[in-house]
């Protein structure tokens, strides 16, 4: 394969019909600096209708132009469709890379259709750098169990598909081009090909205390935790600092806490004003999912990895540290 018969980037613009869904903002703008490097165009692909309101969203993150698809089957998610689409597009237009949100729906499609057109598809990556000797993205994500980080690429083959996990990149729009290319395909998918049908459709009740993405102080909990009833003082200190709890992985196998509360690779990703971790190791598949203007970490164990991150480290007891800071807010209160 001729790399050099493969030119731009992709981002996938997921929405709902109403909103675009804010990891398709966040790879915009991430993608952007890639294209900035690479020389390559930034194209965003949009599927189904959206209120102009929001395409003006994808316009202000400096796109240099929009592939806008309609056509039947693109009414509500759907793999067969997508999947299609593109493949149809991926041959047609022969991008360079393809990324696409790490949702349930991105993570659905992304590897089928880079299957169906024979190339490759990385997944989760927590950083994206072009390397500008291969022409090569490196997806760089943790990996066997978060004690190296692996740089993945697709060496020989195009175009490059990528699904990034929701929150990585920030979304810090560079501003709108003076011209922006707009092309529109019809690319319609038979309905009957379908293979699933939706029989009724409930929207999740809201919980905030589960909103842990936008918090903008994170108490998290990790599996020094002795039991659930410990749980009350951290809890406790969430509520006077105004912040919410969220958990390491293990909290969430113990079935201590939901897995809407486990930060990092697999699961949310947190760029609070304040981070406290008390009990946690530091295992890169956790870290990599903070992003904290300050980070406090609490660890019996004074060699524990956490404190490499930490910019304030507490050696010691984590229920005993959390009931002094608890007595110290109070204290300051009264
Ligand atoms: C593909 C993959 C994806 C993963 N994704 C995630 C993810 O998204 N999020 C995640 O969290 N993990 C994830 N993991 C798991 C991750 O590798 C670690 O196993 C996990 O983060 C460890 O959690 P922990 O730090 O709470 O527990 P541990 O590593 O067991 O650490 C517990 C810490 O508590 C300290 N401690 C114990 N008792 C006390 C006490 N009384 N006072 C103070 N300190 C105490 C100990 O010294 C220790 O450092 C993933 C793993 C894989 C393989």
């Known amino acids: 394969m001729d790399k050099t018969n493969y030119k731009h980037m992709w981002v996938y613009?997921?929405?709902?019909?109403t909103v675009v869904h804010p990891v398709s903002l966040e790879l915009c703008c991430e993608v952007r600096k890639l294209c900035d490097q690479s020389g390559d165009k930034l194209i965003a692909v949009i599927a189904g209708e959206i209120p102009n309101t929001e395409v003006d969203k994808i316009r202000d993150c400096g796109v240099d132009g929009i592939i806008d698809v309609s056509g039947t089957g693109y009414e509500r998610y759907n793999t067969e469709a997508y999947t299609n689409l593109f493949a149809e597009l991926?041959?047609?237009?022969?991008?360079?890379?393809v990324f696409v949100g790490g949702t349930t729906n991105g993570r659905d499609f992304a590897p089928r259709f880079a299957a169906r057109?024979?190339?490759?598809?990385?997944s989760d990556a927590t950083?994206?750098?072009?390397?500008?000797?291969t022409t090569d993205i490196e997806f760089i994500e943790p990996a066997s169990g978060g004690k190296i980080m692996a740089v993945i690429t697709i060496p020989t083959l195009r175009p490059q598909v990528g699904t990034i996990r929701p929150g990585t990149f920030k979304y810090i729009p560079k501003g709108r081009k003076a011209v922006i290319e707009?092309?529109?395909?019809?690319?319609?998918?038979?309905?009957e090909e379908i293979r699933t049908k939706l029989l009724s459709h409930e929207q999740a009740a809201y919980d905030p205390e589960m909103d842990i993405a936008n918090a903008e102080v994170i108490i998290c909990?990790?599996?020094?935790?002795?039991?659930?009833r410990a749980l009350s003082r951290y809890r406790e200190l969430a509520k006077l600092l105004g912040g919410k709890i969220a958990c390491t992985r293990p909290l969430y196998d113990r079935e201590i806490l939901s897995y809407k509360l486990q930060v990092g690779q697999s699961g949310v990703m947190i760029k609070p004003k304040l981070y406290i971790g008390f009990g946690i190791s530091g295992a890169v598949n956790h870290v990599a999912g903070v992003d904290?203007?300050?980070?406090?970490?609490?660890?019996k164990d004074p060699d524990a990895p956490i404190f490499h991150y930490s910019d304030y480290s507490i050696v010691?007891?984590?229920?005993?540290?959390c009931d002094v800071m608890i007595e110290a807010l109070k204290a300051k209160a009264v």
Request: with cysteine; hydrophobic share 35%.
């Open 13 to 17: 613009v997921e929405h709902d019909g």
């Open 90 to 97: 991926c041959v047609k237009y022969k991008p360079s890379a």
């Open 117 to 122: 057109i024979e190339t490759g598809c990385t």
């Open 127 to 133: 950083e994206v750098v072009y390397n500008p000797e």
């Open 182 to 191: 707009e092309v529109h395909e019809t690319i319609d998918f038979p309905l």
């Open 221 to 228: 909990v990790g599996d020094g935790l002795s039991d659930e």
């Open 292 to 299: 904290a203007e300050k980070f406090i970490a609490v660890n």
């Open 316 to 321: 010691g007891d984590m229920d005993e540290v």
